[in-house]
């Protein structure tokens, strides 16, 4: 007799949080920023470069900057896309690293 199906909900519940085993919302929003940034970084680049998009939006939500600081938040991000974008080498890493900078200035 197989225990397979039980051990693989099991496993299930506890990565994604169902079986008590709760992700602070923090850490899910981070990885979701990670693997966003990393899976957009072109169309990102776009978006940063003009200081609007669906992309750099989602960005600043997931960063969760206060509606009333968007706008400056993408304007500064404009101003700052040599930084951001500084390479040819630059990693999504290196992308998030420096818009949590700028979100925190």
């Known amino acids: 007799?197989?225990?397979?199906?039980?051990?693989?909900?099991?496993t299930f519940a506890i990565s994604s949080g169902?079986?008590?085993?709760?992700?602070?919302?923090?850490?899910?929003r981070t990885e979701t920023l990670k693997i966003f940034v990393a899976n957009n970084m072109?169309?990102?680049?776009?978006d940063i470069a003009v200081g609007e998009g669906e992309y750099l939006s989602t960005?600043?939500?997931?960063?969760?900057?206060p509606a009333e600081n968007q706008a400056?938040?993408?304007q500064r991000?404009?101003?700052?896309f040599a930084t951001i974008y500084g390479s040819e080498k630059v990693t999504h890493l290196d992308v998030l690293?420096?818009?949590r900078d700028l979100s925190q200035s």
């Open 59 to 65: 960005v600043v939500e997931l960063l969760d900057i």
């Open 1 to 10: 007799r197989s225990t397979n199906g039980t051990f693989g909900n099991q």
């Open 77 to 80: 991000a404009r101003e700052n």
């Open 42 to 46: 072109d169309t990102l680049a776009q």
């Open 18 to 28: 169902t079986l008590g085993a709760e992700q602070p919302s923090t850490l899910v």
């Open 72 to 74: 400056s938040f993408c």
């Open 97 to 99: 690293s420096a818009l």
